[in-house]
Structure formats: structure tokens, C-alpha cells
């Protein structure tokens, strides 16, 4: 099972008010939510995105019914973005 992991030379950080996901030295930014947020911290290479969806489903239960698409909606930008890989 593929497992995200962040490409360490990407940053996530809160710059007024705005949460966005760079890589320091160019010019794409990527802007993310709270959601989004969650997502990056528990793509560190021991979760699947089944066990990612599963942990947010659990700590969103009012909206669990598309957690599972937007989970798999961000990965996917987070991989078009070029910010995580799967290992």
C-alpha cells in the first residue's frame, strides 16, 4: 500500500492568517485549509491513505461522508504539486 510522505525541502506554514505549502526558492504556492493541514502533518511515510482518511473520518465524523474524497482530493494536489511522494 502506497504511504505519502512530505519531500522535506517543502514548507507549510501560517503567513497572515493563510496556511501555505511552498518550496523555498520558488514561486508556486500552494494554499491550503485546517483540513489540507492535517492531511500534510500525517503524510510522514507510516500512514496509508486508507489510515489517512480513516483518522480524519474519525475526527470529523459530522462531515465523514466526504472526508474520503476530499482526503484523496488533496493527496492528489499534493502530488501534482510535487510535495509528497509514495513510498
Not at 34 to 44: E, F, R
Not at 50 to 73: H, K, N, Q, R, W
Request: charged share 30%; glycine share 6%.
Amino acid at each position: 500500500m502506497d504511504k505519502p510522505r512530505r519531500k522535506e525541502n517543502f514548507r507549510l506554514e501560517a503567513i497572515d492568517g493563510e496556511l501555505l505549502l511552498y518550496e523555498p526558492g520558488e514561486t508556486k504556492i500552494l494554499y491550503c485549509n485546517q483540513t489540507a493541514s492535517l492531511i500534510w502533518q500525517l503524510c510522514d511515510g507510516n500512514h496509508t491513505k486508507e489510515e489517512i482518511t480513516a483518522l480524519l473520518e474519525e475526527g470529523y465524523p459530522d462531515v465523514a461522508e466526504t472526508v474520503a474524497s476530499d482526503a484523496e482530493e488533496t493527496l492528489n494536489r499534493f502530488l501534482d504539486y510535487g510535495a509528497i511522494e509514495l513510498v
